[in-house]
């Protein structure tokens, strides 16, 4: 966890308006109410990459499946509901994108809240 606050997007804007404008450092910080060092980050960020927005969703792994992997992948189980996982893995990896293997086809169908994959048989 960092050492400081969440700063929100109108208080990098006042931020980099004030410093843009002539204001000291101390001048903006009281102003905004935040502290010295946070404004000279966020004006130092912004003369780097004239951009004040963090680089947030850059983070992370990315998803191997697309959307629009994600909505084939509906539309098969909804075809044929007795499938199971391993029935339904050469299909979706016909697909151009990259192969999936087993654990995340199951992965992607949990947050698709499909669980079991044979229906039970009704007397």
């Not at 101390?26 to 990459?49: A, D, H, L, M, P």
């Not at 391993?86 to 947050?111: A, D, G, I, M």
Request: with cysteine.
């Amino acid at each position: 966890m960092g050492k400081f606050k969440y700063v929100t997007e109108w208080q990098k804007g006042a931020i980099v308006f004030g410093g843009a404008h002539g204001h000291t450092v101390s001048e903006v910080s009281g102003f905004v109410g935040v502290s010295q060092r946070t404004v000279q980050r966020v004006y130092k960020q912004w003369c780097n990459r004239r951009s004040h927005e963090t680089r947030r969703q850059n983070c992370g792994r990315k998803k191997i499946l697309t959307e629009r992997d994600r909505r084939r992948v509906s539309r098969l189980v909804n075809q044929n509901r007795f499938h199971t996982r391993q029935e339904l893995l050469p299909s979706v990896n016909e697909s151009p994108s990259q192969p999936v293997s087993e654990r995340t086809l199951r992965r992607e169908l949990h947050t698709m809240n499909i669980w079991s994959r044979v229906p039970r048989k009704r007397p």
